[in-house]
């Protein structure tokens, strides 16, 4: 099954149908200029993914005694420009800082099962264009459901060029059809998020330059993630 479908919605009792019956199993981005209808599915890797960053993202935080300091905004919708856009994540400084529009997160998360990682990196594109500098760091999160393996990126808006820019790139995999073999990670390095895009401030002190989410938490994403996949993938299942 495609994971995802594009609907013409002439109507909009029908879209309002729609958003009603399908927004625990979807994440949806909608067209108000050309009504189209764009259906994500999620499944359980999906949801796994996005739990286990709930969990993996303050931690991080609590490691640097930074607990309490950003809010979970999970897939609100936001609309920018003609569209309105739901991420697989997203999450917002806890305190309201000058100059923010706080309908936009500052860090989201993308996912994408089996699809490909160019309309993955579009969808982070789509962020960083229409929140203009509000968002600052897209991650996501790639998963081949037959090699297996799982690629994190970190998308950001190059300065120079207002273009989407990987900054980071990392992947964990395992040995085909062998669920219980070691995962490893390619570079072995942990995956970044720099202070001052997820608080939108400078660290105190200034030696605190990052927030790094450890390269285990990276191995416990990968395994929930083909754990999922591989229930998703059995006959009858």
Known sequence: MREESLWLIPDFRLKFQLERDLSKSTRMMYNYETRLLILKLVDGAHEVMKATMQIALPRALYNMGLEQSITLRGSTRVRGGSCFKEPDGSWVPWAHLPGRDRKWSAVVMEAGVSESIEKIKADAGWWLANSIDQVKLVVIVSINQISPEITFQTIVLDTATAIPTVRQAVTTSRAPKQPDAPITTSPAEPLIIRFEE????????????????????????????WINSYKSMRPGS
């Open 198 to 225: 997820i608080l939108c401030r400078q660290p105190v002190p200034l030696s605190k330059t990052s927030i790094f989410l450890l390269i285990g938490w990276k191995e416990l994403l990968a395994g929930s993630g």
